[in-house]
């Protein structure tokens, strides 16, 4: 059976989650956009981020 | 000739706004994702809210993760259950698929996650169909 890439599975736990937390806490279209872009690349880089911080002991 | 009292003004009768029709929103956004918003009317909101929780769940027993039972051997197989009930109508039907979890990849791991945040999301939405049908929230 195939699956997901690790990456593949962080970009869809983070838009799906970005989405649901700018449905609920920003009041127009424009601001959910703007702060579902902003989750979504935090989360993402801080995911990269956060990857290459602890690839040293990772070996 | 008596008169009759109108839904608006039984208080027994869930009306928008009190708190019995915030119970409603949130139990109904509980058991299906999205259909508390969507009793308020909020459809942009119900159509993201169930699909986010939908594609996680679909996408952390597509990992194969655990979906974990009621009966806990430790805090944390009893903190995953609770979160997976969050999920609720998912949470059944993800038991009925009986999907043999394989945790022994790290995909597995990820899926288990997933399986939980769908549940926990899935809450947050509840409270938030909530916080609207009681006023709290506009």
Redesign the interface.
């Known amino acids: 059976m195939s699956t997901l890439n690790h990456f593949a599975a962080m970009a869809v736990f983070a838009a799906a989650a970005s989405a649901t937390l700018a449905f609920q806490s920003r009041p127009t279209n424009r601001e959910r956009l703007l702060y579902a872009a902003k989750t979504f690349l935090m989360f993402v880089c801080g995911a990269i981020l956060l990857a290459w911080l602890l690839y040293p002991i990772s070996r | 000739m008596a008169e009759t009292q109108s839904p608006v003004d039984s208080p027994a009768i869930a009306r928008p706004g009190s708190f019995t029709w915030g119970l409603v929103t949130f139990f109904a956004g509980w058991l299906v994702p999205g259909l508390g918003h969507a009793l308020l009317r909020r459809w942009?909101?119900a159509l993201?809210?169930c699909?986010?929780?939908a594609?996680?769940a679909a996408?952390g027993l597509?990992?194969r993760g655990i979906v974990f039972g009621s009966h806990a051997a430790d805090t944390f197989e009893l903190l995953g259950f609770l979160a997976d009930l969050g999920a609720g109508a998912l949470y059944p039907l993800a038991r009925s698929l009986d999907v043999v979890a394989d945790v022994s990849r790290?995909?597995g791991d990820?899926g288990t996650r997933?399986f939980a945040?769908a549940g926990a999301?899935n809450l947050?939405?509840a409270f938030?169909a909530f916080a609207i049908a009681t006023g709290r929230k506009?």
């Open positions: 942009s909101r993201v809210f699909l986010s929780v594609v996680l996408t597509w990992l790290a995909g990820y997933f945040a999301l947050l939405c938030d506009p």
